[in-house]
T-cell receptor, first 112, second 114 residues
Framework: NAGVTQTPKFRVLKTGQSMTLLCAQD?????MYWYRQDPGMGLRLIHY???????AKGEVPDGYNVSRLKKQNFLLGLESAAPSQTSVYFC???????????FGPGTRLLVL | AQTVTQSQPEMSVQEAETVTLSCTYD???????LFWYKQPPSRQMILVIR????KQQNATENRFSVNFQKAAKSFSLKISDSQLGDTAMYFC???????????WGAGTKLIIKP
């Protein structure tokens, strides 16, 4: 039982490049979330999903897209990376809206 | 808008001492959830304790307990018999019953000294 996993752990991009971050959970959770964490700040919600095939915007969605084609996977895409997207990205999942969110280990992204 | 404030950017205590981390929040909601998460140097975000606002009894998990004061909108975390492995960033977070979003404080860096 791996919980929540994220791929890759670390990535360096040049401005304008694209990439996809993968989040996978094996807990059969309905809800999945993407957050970013910047220095000196708490996490901020980018996008979330309340079930397979659904996605919704969070607090800071601009510059990101997501997809939830399978219940266990939640993808975060950057179409044209910008230095302002340098951050640590966390994926989380929960069984329901009121239940505790469990987090992956994070992906550190550096955009030059 | 909901906000979460952690007024102590950094704290340090000796091993085996007791330490209390502060958290205040602002909301007009009557039902909500409060969390403390720990983030060690490994960056993994780990749930420490969870409190449901409609429950008057303070949550406890082994050496970790909270002092939940609903009227004062205060949610402090007490760590008893602190251990070196407790060294981490600690984040307080709030979630409305009607929403999916966790609102996070800026964190408190806790250092346990040997």
């Amino acid at each position: 039982n791996a919980g929540v996993t994220q791929t890759p752990k670390f990535r360096v991009l040049k401005t304008g490049q694209s990439m996809t971050l993968l989040c996978a959970q094996d807990m059969n959770h309905e809800y999945m979330y993407w957050y970013r964490q910047d220095p000196g700040m708490g996490l901020r919600l980018i996008h979330y999903s309340v079930g397979e095939g659904t996605t919704a915007k969070g607090e800071v969605p601009d510059g990101y897209n997501v997809s939830r084609l399978k219940k266990q996977n939640f993808l975060l895409g950057l179409e044209s990376a910008a230095p302002s997207q340098t951050s640590v990205y966390f994926c989380a999942s929960s069984y329901s809206r009121r239940e505790t969110q469990y987090f992956g280990p994070g992906t550190r992204l550096l955009v030059l | 808008a909901q906000t979460v404030t952690q007024s102590q950017p950094e704290m340090s205590v000796q091993e085996a001492e007791t330490v209390t981390l502060s958290c205040t929040y602002d909301t007009s909601e009557s039902n909500y959830y409060l969390f403390w998460y720990k983030q060690p140097p490994s960056r993994q975000m780990i749930l420490v304790i969870r409190q449901e606002a409609y429950k008057q009894q303070n949550a406890t998990e082994n050496r970790f307990s909270v002092n939940f004061q609903k009227a004062a909108k205060s949610f402090s975390l007490k760590i008893s018999d602190s251990q070196l492995g407790d060294t981490a960033m600690y984040f307080c977070a709030f979630m409305r019953d009607s929403n999916y979003q966790l609102i996070w404080g800026a964190g408190t860096k806790l250092i346990i000294k040997p």
